[in-house]
């Protein structure tokens, strides 16, 4: 079954994913380098 995408939809999984490339990246690589410097 094909599922077609509106734009609503489209621009909404863009914001979703550049919001994940530009912010939470850098919040997640920061908890890591906090974790490992702490031995864990």
């Known amino acids: 079954m094909t ?5 609503e ?3 909404k999984i863009k ?3 550049e ?3 530009k912010v939470r990246r850098k ?3 920061e908890e890591i380098k906090h974790t490992s410097s702490q031995g864990d």
């Open 19 to 21: 919001y994940l490339e």
């Open 3 to 7: 599922k077609y995408l509106t734009q």
């Open 27 to 29: 919040e997640v690589s």
């Open 9 to 11: 939809g489209l621009n």
């Open 15 to 17: 914001k979703e994913l």
